[in-house]
């Protein structure tokens, strides 16, 4: 009870930290990224980036508040990782990939065209699904080309945004609960594909 008084009463504190998380978890991908240890795939990352901004107007006609802070600021991010992945990104793009990328902009079309909430995330969770297919695979072969602490921590975060939401309709919290799943399934693949390779 009192963790729900809580967490009732801090929505905008819940808000801000989400938000520093998101900027704070990107640091080392950036990071890497300029080491050139990391390699971003533009297909993943050009989506999420457009699909986060389009979610995160959503979220604020809806009135998810300060719960919505952190998904525009990983939009923002993922729009400039994808420029820089233009030229220090993943280079291999295998048809999986153009199919992926072809389905979630087919799916981001639709959504457009939507004129029911519900409808619109849950296409919004099939293109963020889809948008993932070409960095899964680039990292399933790489495990070692992708930042594992960006990811958990960037999970962490949306968490923690689902408490700060200030308004709660499978239209404001489906869709960074969708990203969590998928994150998680990230995290492990890669957590498990590492020790395979170093064994």
Same mark, same amino acid.
């Given at each position: ?38 390699? #971003?795939?533009?297909? /993943? ?5 457009? +699909? ?15 719960? /919505?802070?952190?998904?525009? +600021? ?25 199919? /992926? ?6 799916? +981001? ?43 958990? !921590? ?10 700060? +939401? ?5 239209? !404001?919290?489906?869709? #960074? ?23």
């Amino acid at each position: 009870m009192f963790l729900l008084d809580f967490i009732e009463s801090h929505k905008i504190f819940l808000g801000i930290i989400s938000s520093v998380i998101a900027v704070v978890a990107y640091i080392p991908y950036f990071q890497d990224i300029f080491r050139g240890k990391t390699k #971003p795939h533009i297909f /993943s990352w050009f989506t999420w980036g457009l +699909l986060g901004g389009i979610t995160y107007a959503a979220q604020i006609i809806k009135g998810a508040g300060a719960g /919505s802070w952190a998904n525009g +600021l990983t939009a923002l991010i993922c729009l400039i990782i994808a420029v820089l992945s233009i030229t220090r990104g993943e280079k291999q793009i295998t048809l999986t990939d153009k199919l /992926s990328f072809s389905g979630a902009i087919l799916a +981001l079309i639709l959504w457009a065209l939507t004129k029911n909430p519900l409808t619109a995330v849950i296409l919004a969770c099939l293109i963020d699904t889809l948008a993932y297919v070409p960095t899964f695979r680039k990292a399933y072969s790489k495990p070692f080309e992708e930042t594992l602490p960006a990811f958990i !921590t960037t999970t962490v975060g949306i968490i923690i945004s689902l408490f700060a +939401l200030e308004a709660y309709s499978p239209t !404001t919290w489906l869709y #960074p609960a969708v990203l969590v799943f998928s994150n998680s399934i990230f995290i492990a693949m890669l957590l498990i594909r590492r020790r395979l390779i170093e064994r």
